[in-house]
């Protein structure tokens, strides 16, 4: 699927009015926290060494205890469960990276290196405490007897070389397709955060959107290279 610049652009700032009015007048930044931030599970090539999973959060949140699984979009089963070990860092950014046999990864900034390789869609990639489950990306076309784990619509099945990325690391509106847009080159350790407005004047709400309009530059210059998918 091909999106020109223009399209992209205006789906975009749609996005950052929606979210932002929603947060500002119902909820918090987030609706689960820490959330997953970006998933990159397809690499041109080979796949050692290469694949990462960002996770958001308060900086200094430990994450030991919490799992990351990969589900398998046919039948459900877990492929590929990894405990994690660590906190939040001070960007409000964890990456657990695919390491290679020698335990060595070329994932930049890797918190974690752990043994995966997440499947391309139909799948999700779930966050779990325990039997609670913090956050779920389900990417690609999901057929009546698929078994999405992902949250709301599922987010696109991307190309070898893309990831899937938030909008905002810390807004979760728990509808992927909303919430994640492709990257055609992949962010590990790097995000834009949303600058919530309080609730109550317009005046504020209108000094939240132009704040919001200008934290998403640097998302959406990474992301002017757009392609076909």
Request: net charge negative.
């Amino acid at each position: 699927m091909t999106m020109d610049s223009s399209l992209l652009q205006a789906r975009r700032l749609g996005g950052v009015v929606v979210v932002t009015i929603a947060v500002a007048f119902f909820a918090g930044p987030a609706a689960a926290w820490p959330i997953l931030s970006e998933v990159y599970y397809d690499a041109p090539g080979t796949d050692d060494g290469q694949l990462f999973v960002e996770i958001a959060g308060s900086p200094g949140t430990p994450l030991d205890g919490l799992v990351v699984e990969g589900v398998n979009g046919s039948n459900g089963a877990v492929t590929h469960s990894i405990a994690l070990l660590g906190e939040i860092g001070g960007n409000g950014l964890f990456v657990l990276a695919d390491g290679t046999s020698g335990g060595t990864t070329s994932v930049a900034l890797a918190d974690q290196i752990a043994n995966f390789d997440f499947q391309n869609g139909p799948d999700s990639v779930v966050l779990r405490d325990g039997a609670s489950v913090l956050d779920a990306l389900g990417y690609g076309d999901f057929g009546p007897d698929d078994v999405f784990a992902g949250e709301g619509v599922s987010a696109p099945d991307v190309a070898a070389g893309w990831s899937l990325a938030r909008l905002f690391a810390d807004v979760d509106t728990q509808d992927n397709a909303a919430d994640f847009l492709a990257l055609a080159t992949p962010t590990p350790g790097a995000a834009d955060f949303a600058v919530v407005p309080e609730p109550g004047t317009a005046m504020l709400l209108g000094l939240g959107l132009a704040s919001l309009a200008g934290v998403r530059e640097s998302r959406a210059s990474r992301e002017s290279d757009r392609g076909s998918l």
